[in-house]
């Protein structure tokens, strides 16, 4: 049974940092890219970012660009998203999500960023 199990998200003040974590089971987590998306109120999912396969390479939003990194421990079957200078704007339900000829989900964990 597959499974992305999210952690880490909370209420910070802007400026702020968080570590998202996703930790993954049921598939093999080394052959698919691992991303994180997510949805603000009112708006559409976007990607955030994501690690290739055997951590082969990383790609960010403009958004997040120099402010969030992502990472991915294999033996531990689990990436992160080290999230940095935290603005308002960061507001949304995050999720992590693995990538091959399929597509698997988590459940989401809510990220604030407010004062």
């Known amino acids: 049974q597959v499974q992305l199990v999210e952690s880490g998200g909370g209420l910070v003040q802007p400026g702020g940092s968080l570590r998202l974590s996703c930790a993954a089971s049921?598939?093999?987590?080394?052959?698919?890219?691992m991303r994180w998306y997510r949805q603000a109120p009112g708006k559409e999912r976007e990607l955030v970012a994501s690690a290739g396969p055997f951590g082969g390479y990383t790609n960010y939003a403009d958004s997040v660009k120099g402010r969030f990194i992502i990472s991915r421990d294999p033996a531990k079957k689990t990436v992160y998203l080290q999230m940095n200078a935290l603005k308002p704007e960061d507001t949304a339900v995050y999720y992590c999500?693995?990538?091959?000829?399929?597509?698997?989900w988590g459940q989401g964990t809510q990220v604030t960023v407010s004062s």
């Open positions: 999500s693995a990538f091959r000829t399929d597509t698997y």
């Open positions: 049921g598939f093999t987590f080394s052959v698919y890219s």
